[in-house]
């Protein structure tokens, strides 16, 4: 175990999703969400197996023992991975991560649902504080009475980016299931291998071609969610879940810096505020499941950085 290594890992990683979350937004009022959605999954397999390659572990770790939660995982972060492109052509950057945010908090309740997880007065206590966090995060965008602070194309935005939070914390859900069985090669690859599939399903609702600005954009978004998911996986081996995970929360730092410098986009004093309630809920959470013992899993959809 090499804690500093892992952290450094995992701030790589967050680095490399929000990066690769640029270069999609900069497409996006051109690109499609399905379109994107082909080219970020399709550009990642080259890199992931070659990562398997490496570590001697392709095909043999490729073997599905339970294929069926594959395709309900896959179904379940594709959907997540759409959800968070067609947010971001949407709504500020910084946004989408904060929504992003309410994945783990849903997680908590869905584990409770489906897996059986008890949640004790602590975890309902950050669990209900996150959740208000992220009303006050939306709450700009819902609010009718305002025509200043809300349009309808911002208010879809902002629902399908809680929509893209609901599919990433079902898709963890079976990812918990899956890790009891597969190996994180297999999970990643065969998510990334229907993900590309399902995108295809969109073709006939108006792909675009691509200038070779866009597609060298969007191939780059496909190479960097590949690289960002090995050094996902790589923290993970360097140190405990709790020791990382609150490190996701810098993602809002960077998504900030981005959204200021290359989209020229202001946060609000609300956007803030619900921010800092989630990030107290989730690492309350984080740290109550550690003590707990509960297991987490990386995300491996390259949706907003919080991977499922």
């Known amino acids: 175990m090499n804690p500093v290594r892992g952290i450094t890992l995992k701030v790589m990683s967050v680095c490399v999703f929000v990066t690769m979350f640029a270069f999609i ?131 879809i935005g902002a629902l399908t980016a809680l929509l893209g939070a609901v599919f990433s914390a079902l898709a963890q859900v079976f990812a918990r299931k899956l890790v009891a069985t597969e190996t994180t090669g297999s999970i990643v690859f065969y998510f990334s291998l229907m993900s590309t599939s399902l995108a295809l399903l969109t073709l006939p609702f108006g792909w675009k071609f691509p200038s070779v600005l866009e597609a060298s954009f969007l191939v780059t978004a496909g190479l960097l969610g590949g690289v960002g998911q090995i050094l996902l996986t790589e923290s993970y081996r360097h140190a405990e879940v709790a020791v990382i995970a609150p490190f996701e929360y810098c993602s809002i730092i960077l998504a900030l810096g981005v959204g200021y410098f290359i989209f020229d986009e202001l946060p609000t004093g609300i956007m803030l505020g619900g921010v800092v309630l989630i990030v107290i809920a989730g690492i309350i959470i984080i740290e109550r499941e550690r003590r707990l013992g509960i297991a987490h899993v990386g995300k491996a959809s390259g949706a907003v950085p919080n991977q499922s």
């Open 25 to 155: 937004k900069a497409t996006s009022g051109q690109i499609p969400a399905g379109e994107a959605v082909f080219f970020r999954s399709l550009f990642a397999m080259p890199v992931l197996i070659a990562w398997l390659v490496s570590r001697g572990e392709f095909p043999g770790s490729l073997k599905a023992k339970d294929p069926m939660s594959h395709v309900w995982r896959g179904l379940m972060g594709t959907c997540a991975m759409a959800s968070g492109f067609v947010a971001i052509g949407l709504l500020p950057l910084p946004e989408v991560v904060a929504i992003g945010y309410a994945a783990p908090l849903l997680v908590t309740m869905l584990a409770a649902m489906f897996l059986g997880e008890r949640i004790r007065l602590v975890r309902l206590s950050a669990l209900l504080l996150g959740m208000f966090g992220v009303a006050l995060v939306l709450s700009p965008r819902l609010t009718v009475m305002d025509a200043e602070l809300t349009t309808r194309l911002e208010t």
